[in-house]
Each structure stands twice: as C-alpha cells, then as structure tokens.
C-alpha cells in the first residue's frame, strides 16, 4: 500500500491524502492538518520522511526532491505594497501589486523563474494571473535577470535572496509593455504616474494570456 499526502497553504487547513492499494484501486480522502500531524506522530513506521526545513516567508506551495534539498520547485507570495525600485540611475518609490514568484532549482541552480501579478491581496487558487507591470520580465512570466549573478541556492530558505536580488536590480524598459499605450506611451511616463500612487491601481494590470489562474500554472510545476 502506498499513502501519498499532499498540503498546501492556498487550500487551507487541509490535507489531501491518496491510498493506494496493491490491486491498484485507489482512495482520496481529505483530512485536517491536525489529524494528519497525529497520524505521524502516533505511527511506528513512517519511511522515507523528508525534511524539508525552514520555509521562505510567504510560502504558498511548493515541492522538493527527496534526496537533495537544493532541488525543488517553490511558490512564494510577495504582498502588495510601496517598496524603492532603481529605474537606470534613478531610485524612486512605487506601488507594487500582490506578486507571486515560481522558483525551479535543480542542484542548487536556477533553472526557472517566473513572476505573475494578481489582484487580491492574498493568492489562492482561484486569483487571476496578471502580467508583471513593469520591465525585465517577458509576457509569459519568464524573469530576465541580465548579467545578475545568482549563486547556488543551498535550500528552499535561500529562495529569499533571490527575490531579494529582484527587487535590488535594475529595471529597465527591456519588455515592459503598456497597459494603455495611449495613456502610457513609455515606461517613464508610467512610472511617473505611479509614483504618486499609493497602491497599484488595479485597472493598470493586463491579464495573462498563457494561464489565467494561479490553479493553472500549480497544475503545470508541481
């Protein structure tokens, strides 16, 4: 018999937990965490327990590989606020929506990343996908870090420092694309205006194309 559980933040309190027996039939239940935590702790035989470690702060899901905690795959919430961003040798304050960043190390490397806005304060599974709203990253959410240097990332904690180089960086107006074009002809008028905003205005997203739930794009990494 073999049990797979799997919890995530975006659905609550819950665990989903899959049995499946030797003849191939199969059983999904769902269960509280706390239940599911007195399961382990009451049970003599628990194999192949992994430890995961510390998590980055704003944690949403995430998987990780059972041999090397430097290989995993981790969603990490960023909430909305006003923060500084260097736009060429300026330092200026803007508005920032609520940002959900997808991380794909494989052996400490960073083989994908990925940056989507959403429109409510806190991610779920049901939240629209947005396009990032300013520049250096393309359409499809791909990040383009330029001559940054990562590093090798030691653990899914460590996935902290990479958004933190994010945000330290440089933006230019490489992919930046204008929500209104009328309006907002470049990047520099835009952030002008943002510049008095205090919180991103929501009709200033432009709404992915590629995946339009963050459901979606769990089903695709995890």
């Known amino acids: 018999m073999v049990i797979t559980a799997k919890f995530t933040d975006h659905l609550g309190d819950v665990v989903d937990i899959t049995i499946e027996e030797e003849n191939k039939l199969t059983e999904k239940r769902k269960i509280s965490f706390l239940d599911f935590r007195a399961i382990l702790e009451t049970s003599s035989h628990v194999e192949d327990v992994v430890r995961i470690g510390a998590l980055p702060q704003g944690y949403v899901d995430g998987s990780c590989s059972r041999s090397d905690q430097s290989t995993y795959r981790v969603f990490i919430e960023v909430p909305a606020q006003v923060r500084a961003m260097q736009y060429y040798d300026k330092n200026i304050m803007v508005p920032y929506p609520t940002l959900l960043f997808v991380l794909i190390v494989n052996s400490g490397r960073l083989i994908e990343s990925f940056c989507y806005a959403v429109a409510e304060q806190k991610v779920s599974g049901k939240s629209l ?91 695709k990494y995890l």
């Open 129 to 219: 996908l947005y396009h990032y709203p300013y520049g250096n990253v393309y359409q499809t959410g791909k990040i383009c870090w330029g001559n940054n240097f990562i590093g090798r990332i030691q653990d899914i904690k460590s996935s902290e420092r990479v958004i933190e180089l994010f945000f330290g960086s440089e933006t230019n107006n490489d992919l930046w694309a204008s929500c209104d074009e009328q309006k907002y002809p470049t990047q520099e008028v835009f952030l002008e205006e943002m510049k008095e905003q205090e919180v991103f205005p929501e009709n200033c997203l432009a709404r992915c194309t590629e995946y339009a739930t963050v459901q979606e794009i769990f089903y």
